[in-house]
């Protein structure tokens, strides 16, 4: 029944994000904890819906940890073309990302690279070139790589065409999981202590 | 081995957990894929049973909420298709209170009432509110604090927000507010309530756990910030008020610091401009212990990239007042937190300065006004010794400078030196590099006397020895560097006015003169540089205008740097003395002050006298005095032959022959300049040049008692080429056989000891020779002239 599981998409935004959002704000209001959210996208006459993990900036934000991580089909890296350390940051990110996710064939998993803000200042103050993103994508085995305007809508629609396609490509299955013959329910049901709820 | 123990263990019921999801999970798969909602709810409600654990730190926690909740997204999937299950969502709302444990049968809840709001069967507000009470029943903070927020994210894009599709009739969106803030609280209170739970001796390790759960509920705020609805009226009247009337009460330091510091992240600027007065409000009701400078300084970084961001947002700054509002709040923040230490309250001054600065950068009186709660904070105290309060000062002092690019408007600032002088010596030496700096690198322009007082005042603990600190204490190349930083200083402060520049230089040495023996040998010559530019300005005025009002003459200032170098000598410093003594004098030449100038010479040879006795120093202080003296043309007679005389008469004592021989004909040059109406002495020219040849050989013979061979010819091809000069310039009493004697002594000299053959002088010698040999042939009257030379 493969296809049934693969209508729902599970995909992290890490970096600087913040355009996951419905309406697009120019206010800055941060994100706190991981922040949650679908989204139905159209591909190739089916329906799936997108259960986007959005991530706190700020990394006082971030108290509990990272296990929303697991058990996802795409990763979206984000930066600011305009804020050099931004770039800089795609490849920790990336690193960190596959070692807490831990995905069966790290090699494949399926990232987006984003771009972001391209229309701040028209396109002034821009610091990282298309060219140099684009190198890095190619040298971590062709990542696709999407320049977006959160603010202008620009591209940003077909940047999450490009991200349901490679997480419903995504090599990842479930974990292979094969019960005991014996029935762990009970069992369970003494570990737990304490109170009745 | 406790702790180790304590972490294995923690890892094996994660572990545990895991398995017992993962076990039902591959039940409920089968369910779903069969479509058998019986065993779907069944295999869920064991799923959820794992959450039931007391025994994970929120970390651990989280990762097993994750799994579970993984899973609910697909039986969300499931719920939501009613052609697979065959159930209306009334009746699965009905049909999942069954469940046996009361946390399984609330996430199953939580799961339909979500679809049951997609479905619109119900209004989202009445299913909102059904979920977040029933929550109540789960009261163990843990398990409480992630149901909750699970209530919360599945109920996130299902608001009754406005434009949402779930907005039902009348004024739904103060139910989605309505709905959250109670989340909120409840959620607040099982968060504050967790410390009192488990023995004290754990209590360390709760609040650890504590603060990793803060996201949990501050989430709750994030969510009300992205509620559409929620626009200023709202914000103000209801969710900030109701917000912060929770956080006043729970009285938890923990979650006050971590939800002010929210509430100043999520909300956007615009908010908090306009409800300042309510949020700082708060302020002082929190606990003393509450770390409030670093939440009033993010709202004050918020609000001043607020102002940068447009300039037709300052009105609205000026309009609420938000200065007054944040320098107010600040000052009942201190006042409440009696044991603030100082550093705290400093910190705060230079949030609220920094503000000032982005936002107002015209009002110096905000400014001062900051440097002034600051001084009222730091008096009465002993000077400041906490090296972290002391930095903040520094900060404080140099913000405006970094603003403003000049120190000149600081120095308007009536607060700044009060604030100065809070510092101890130390802090006062980096704080005076610091302006210095700051006005090399703006290129400012101390223009006044008053301000170069107030300048020198605020600089002084690198102008002169502070209380406490000896200059022999210093590090050398530090003092090195700081002294000529204020030299460098020196040149910067200029005006265009000889009377007020007068008064500058005079103020400044009124400064320096106290710098004691190390520092002046770096001070006083850039002010003697200074004052004598001055009076190039003044040169061809009068020195001699009648009368004691006339201000800025030469001759006043000539006065004034006679004192200033005079300090030099007691210093002692001779050798720069002398030096400085010769450049008045050359000045003095230039205005044609005779008296004055003889009078600089006089004091140079003094110095030469009875200072100048290292040998070395005294060749060097010879051939300045001969060079100086050479261009003086202000001397009659009379005065000139004195000191020529005199110098004639110090060149032939110098200790070593060579040098001897080089000083006296270098004097030659004292009996003819060649200027228009310069005096031409050649007799005295022939004189010296012959005394210098008498010293040359007695070089040569002494060299030859030492070392048994005669030395170099240098210093005769030297005064050889000091003859054709002469020559050249028709020095009557320089003619051609005295030259062909001079060559043909050297030649035989030469032979008469191949032994030494000196590479250098033999050149030498060559290329004069050649010299002579390319002016015969040049023809012409100097051909004509050099004609008889036979070589
Ligand atoms: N000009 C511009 N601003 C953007 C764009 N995308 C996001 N932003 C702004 O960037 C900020 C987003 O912050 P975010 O990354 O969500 O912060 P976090 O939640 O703390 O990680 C908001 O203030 C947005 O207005 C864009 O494409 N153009
Ligand atoms: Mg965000």
Redesign the pocket.
């Known amino acids: 029944m493969p296809s049934r599981r693969r209508a729902l998409l599970k995909v992290i935004i890490l970096g600087?994000?913040?355009?996951v959002?419905k309406k697009?704000?120019?206010?800055?209001?941060?994100?706190i904890g991981a922040?949650f959210l679908t989204k139905e996208v159209q591909f190739e006459d089916r329906l799936f819906t997108l259960q986007i993990w959005?991530?706190?900036?700020?990394e006082r934000?971030q108290s509990l940890g990272v296990a929303f991580y697991r058990g996802a089909d795409c990763c979206v890296l984000v930066y600011d073309v305009n804020v050099m350390k931004s770039f800089d940051n795609l490849n920790n990110w990336r690193e960190e990302f596959l070692i807490q996710a831990s995905p069966s064939d790290p090699e494949n998993f399926p990232f987006v690279v984003i771009g972001?803000?391209?229309?701040?200042d028209g396109g002034n103050s821009r610091v990282v070139s298309e060219k140099k993103a684009r190198a890095w994508c190619a040298s971590k085995g062709n990542i696709p790589y999407f320049e977006?305007?959160?603010?202008?809508g620009t591209n940003v629609e077909d940047a999450f065409q490009v991200i349901a396609k490679n997480a419903l490509k995504s090599g990842e299955e479930e974990e292979i999981y094969l019960p005991d013959t014996v029935d762990v329910a009970s069992s369970s049901q003494q570990r737990s202590t304490g109170c009745e709820c | 081995m406790m702790i180790s123990n304590g972490i294995e263990d923690e890892e094996k019921w994660l572990a545990e957990g895991i398995a017992g999801i993962q076990h039902n999970a591959f039940y409920l798969h089968r369910a779903l894929d069969a479509n058998n909602l019986r065993e779907a709810l069944k295999f869920s409600a064991q799923l959820l049973s794992e959450l039931r654990t007391s025994r994970l730190s929120p970390h651990k926690y989280y990762e097993l909420y994750m799994r579970a909740f993984d899973e609910l997204r697909r039986l969300e999937m499931f719920f939501k298709d009613e052609d697979r299950h065959g159930c209306s969502v009334v009746d699965l709302y009905e049909l999942v209170q069954h469940a046996g444990n009361i946390l399984p049968r609330l996430y199953l809840l939580c799961t339909v009432g979500s679809v049951y709001i997609k479905s619109k069967e119900a209004p989202a507000k009445d299913v909102l509110k059904d979920l977040v009470e029933m929550c109540r029943a789960v009261q163990h903070p843990i398990r409480g604090l992630f149901l909750r927020s699970y209530l919360a994210q599945v109920s996130r894009d299902k608001l009754p927000d406005i434009g949402s599709e779930y907005e039902g009739e009348g004024d739904t969106v103060m139910d989605a507010v309505e709905f959250v803030l109670q989340n909120f609280t409840e959620m607040n209170k099982l968060w504050v309530r967790m410390q009192h739970q488990g023995p004290l001796r754990e209590k360390e390790k709760l609040e650890k756990e504590r603060n990793e759960l803060r996201d949990l509920v501050g989430k709750n705020l994030h969510v009300l910030s992205q509620i559409e609805g929620v626009d200023l009226e709202i914000y103000r009247d209801t969710v900030l008020p109701r917000v912060l009337e929770q956080i006043v009460n729970c009285k938890d330091e923990l979650a006050q610091y971590y939800l002010m510091d929210c509430i100043i992240?999520v909300f956007p600027d615009e908010y908090h401009l306009q409800t300042l007065e309510i949020l700082l409000g708060a302020c002082p009701q929190l606990q003393p212990t509450v770390d409030l400078k670093t939440v009033l300084s993010q709202l004050m970084e918020r609000l001043s990239n607020y102002a940068s961001s447009s300039p037709e947002l300052l009105p609205e700054f000026l309009q609420v007042e938000a200065f007054s509002k944040l320098s107010n709040a600040i000052g009942k923040v201190i006042e409440a937190q009696a044991d603030m230490p100082i550093v705290g309250a400093i910190t705060l001054y230079v949030s609220l300065l920094t503000f000032t600065l982005r936002v107002h950068p015209d009002r110096l009186d905000y400014v001062d006004q900051v440097l002034g709660a600051c001084v009222k904070k730091l008096s009465g105290k002993p000077k400041l010794e906490d090296s972290k309060a002391t930095k903040q000062v520094v900060a404080l002092l140099s913000a405006p400078l970094d603003k403003y690019d000049d120190i000149v408007t600081a120095l308007t600032l009536s607060n700044y030196p009060r604030v100065m002088d809070h510092l101890d010596a130390g802090t006062n030496k980096v704080m005076a590099m610091v302006i210095i700096r700051s006005i090399m690198k703006n290129k400012t322009c101390v223009s006044t006397s008053d301000k170069v007082e107030v300048l020198f005042e605020l600089i002084k603990g690198l102008i002169k020895d502070l209380e406490g600190i000896s200059t022999d204490e210093l590090d050398e190349e530090d003092f090195n560097e700081e002294q000529n930083s204020v030299a460098c200083l020196m040149h910067m402060l200029y005006n265009d006015d000889p009377e007020e520049m007068l008064q500058i230089i005079c103020t400044v040495w009124k400064h320096i003169k106290a710098g004691g023996p190390k520092r002046l040998p770096f001070t006083v010559p850039p002010l003697v540089f200074s004052a004598l530019k001055l009076v190039r300005r003044l040169q061809g005025q009068d020195g001699d205008v009648a009368g004691e009002e006339v201000p800025a003459t030469p001759k006043k200032i000539f006065q004034l740097l006679n004192q200033i170098i005079e300090a030099l000598s007691v210093v002692p410093s001779p050798e720069l003395a002398l030096r400085l003594y010769l450049q008045c004098a050359e000045a003095a030449n230039d205005c044609d002050l005779e008296p004055v100038a003889y009078e600089f010479f006089t004091q140079a040879f003094v110095l030469y006298e009875e200072e100048v006795a290292d040998s070395k120093a005294q060749v060097t202080a010879i051939h300045l005095i001969i060079g100086t003296l050479q261009r003086m043309n202000v001397f009659g007679v009379e005065n000139r032959d004195t000191l020529t005389h005199k110098a004639t008469g110090y060149s032939a004592k110098l200790l070593k022959k060579p040098d001897q021989c080089r000083a006296v004909y270098a004097c030659s040059h004292l009996f003819w300049v060649d200027d228009q109406d310069g005096i031409k002495d050649g007799e005295r020219v022939l004189l010296c040049l012959k005394r210098s040849l008498r010293i040359a050989n007695a070089a040569q013979q002494m060299a030859n008692v030492t070392r048994g061979s005669s030395g170099p010819l240098t210093l005769f091809v030297e005064i050889l080429n000091k003859y054709l000069y002469f020559f050249e310039k028709g020095n009557p009493q320089i003619t051609s056989s005295v030259i062909q004697g001079l060559i043909e002594l050297i030649k035989t000299e030469m032979q008469s000891d191949s032994t030494t053959a000196n590479h250098a002088s033999d050149a030498f010698f060559t290329s004069t020779l050649r010299y002579i040999q390319f002016q015969k042939q040049k023809g012409g009257a100097m051909g004509e002239k050099y004609d008889p030379i036979k070589l």
């Open positions: 600087d994000s913040g355009y959002n697009f704000s120019n206010q800055y209001k941060a994100t922040d959005d991530t706190a900036g700020q934000f972001n803000k391209i229309d701040v977006t305007s959160a603010k202008e | 992240q």
